[in-house]
């Protein structure tokens, strides 16, 4: 059984840092294409930003491009997603997502497992 575990999120001020991770078990991680969601109330959930098996390949949503960096280590079974200059418009519930293809993508569609979710709240 699949379970990704996500966790690192908490309150900051706007302009502060905050790095999320997720841990995957019960699978080959190497093998997946992983993703961040996001979702604030009363909005739909929202890509972030994705990276294929091999980290070769990363894509980000223009609203967080060159303030985010997601990265994996596949020998812990890990994706992060590091979050520079946070604004209050970041505000949400950050999910990470696998899929079995391999592949980055944009489209939640396509992952088969998610986490639970970790919170971050960016005070202004």
């Known amino acids: 059984q699949v379970q990704l575990r996500d966790s690192g999120g908490g309150l900051v001020q706007a302009g502060g840092s905050l790095r999320l991770s997720c841990v995957v078990s019960?699978?080959?991680?190497?093998?997946?294409?992983m993703g961040w969601f996001r979702q604030a109330p009363g909005k739909e959930r929202e890509f972030v930003a994705t990276?294929?098996?091999?980290?070769?390949?990363?894509y980000y949503a223009d609203s967080v491009k060159g303030r985010f960096t997601i990265s994996r280590d596949n020998a812990k079974n890990t994706v992060y997603l590091q979050m520079n200059s946070l604004k209050p418009e970041d505000t949400a519930l950050y999910y990470c997502?696998?899929?079995?293809w391999g592949t980055g993508s944009s489209n939640p569609n396509v992952y088969n497992y998610w986490g639970q979710g970790t919170q971050v709240t960016v005070a202004s």
């Open positions: 997502a696998a899929n079995n």
């Open positions: 019960g699978s080959t991680f190497s093998s997946f294409g």
């Open positions: 990276i294929s098996w091999s980290g070769s390949t990363t």
